[in-house]
């Protein structure tokens, strides 16, 4: 791997081109979240004609600091970049991320081509153009346009959609999802989801990579490396221009070639990734990997007080190719005592419509400390019984005395305002907490579905080999 990739997660320096002084202008925007997300390196604003900015000296071109930069964020308009790109290469700077657009999107196809070539003559690598920047929690890097404090967790997410992605930031705050790194893309006239796939296949903080695809510049290799990631973590991809008319919108969107969908599809499902339908279940599932062991054996286990919830989420996960059995001897004794006479024993558990929160509460723990059972799935509907912020509470302070999950526990808790009260709480704990019972249960499917895709990646690449 390029090492001037990590140089987008992990800089030792960064300088801000056409940083400004004016808030809302992009230079400042960036220069303002890179100060205030906390990043620690050394940051230095570029602008001909400031000689402050934000506290920070500014500087007149990059070749003027001392010392050099490893990465230059470029926000001048598209016809000053190659000027700002070649006075960086000078002065060492390993990546450039370029914000700017006017490039292939608008067909400045041989600007975009001059721009990596000159770049690439100094060995200096682009993110972009046409981009909102990159983040990356561990180095408390935050050097974008999109929202500010967005939470550190596990999901890597690389997007080709800039406006989209910067949504998607927003939303992964209010809905407390953690992550890693989020990496527009844009053009991608250099660094590719490839490459980036390559760094993030060994980073610790990483343990799953989401990737909003309009297209791939180079399929085979995009394939081929994407299949030994997965070997090592998930790869969940929403495919954008999966339609006729849909493939027609990516073309004029980002310029990108959407191809077939029947290739596609059939080359995710060889290289063992995981197509989510939309950009819900992508996240779903990407917060489900991010946050839970995988499932310890294929036994799984539905603990459910409604019938009609259990019903959904037994079609949902036989979809997903899971045919639940019965629950182990030991389980059903166990859980008997909890329950009301007429519950039904069988899988999912039906602890009814009647039962305490201590009763769901402790039904849930039996299932999850039951050696014989790999994974459970908990679906609680809201009655006039129960309250779901005290069994959240409950629940919370359960898993912590058993110093955590050592299998995966997804849920579903359907009902009104309190219960959304209570899927906050253990988002945020780390429970991944659904609305709806075939969320849950999708999420839970696709942890089953990724490790029987990484058997057969895994076993493919030996017989290559
Ligand atoms: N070196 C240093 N500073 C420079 C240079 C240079 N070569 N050239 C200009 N500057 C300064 C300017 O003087 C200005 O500073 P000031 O505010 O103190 O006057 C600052 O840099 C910015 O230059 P402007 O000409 O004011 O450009 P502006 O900020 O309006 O726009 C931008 C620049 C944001 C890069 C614009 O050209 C652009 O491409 N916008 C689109 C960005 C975008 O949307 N990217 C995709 C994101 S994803 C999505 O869709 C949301």
Partial sequence: MDPSISSIFNPKSI???GASK?????GYEILSNILGYGYGGKVYPVNPTANEILGLKCYPKVSSIPGGVDMVVISVPAKSVLDVVEDAGNAGAKVAV??????KEVGNVALEEELVRK???YGMRV???????VVYTPARLNASFGPRNVIPGGIAFITQSGALGIALMGMTIVERIGVSSIISVGNKADVDDADLLQFLADDPSTKVVLIYLEGVNDGRRFIKVASEVITKKPVVVIKAGRTEVGAKAV???TGSLAGNVVVYKVAFNQAGILAAHNVEEAFDISRTFANLPFPTNEKLVVVTNGGGAGVLVTDTLAEYGIT???????LVEQVRKLVPPFASLANPIDVTGMISNEGYVNSLLAALNNPEVGAVLGVYCQTA???PTMIAGMLISKVKEMGGLNKPLAIALIGGEETYMAIKRLNDFGIPTFPMPERAATSIASMYNYLRMRESVISRLKELS
């Fill in 385 to 387: 019984v129960t309250d």
């Fill in 98 to 103: 370029v914000i700017s657009s006017g490039f």
């Fill in 251 to 253: 073309a004029s969107h």
């Fill in 324 to 330: 639940l059995t019965n629950p182990p001897q030991s």
């Fill in 127 to 133: 993110l972009g153009p046409n981009i909102f920047g």
């Fill in 22 to 26: 004016t808030p809302g202008k992009i």
């Fill in 15 to 17: 300088a801000v081109v």
């Fill in 119 to 121: 770049a690439r003559s």
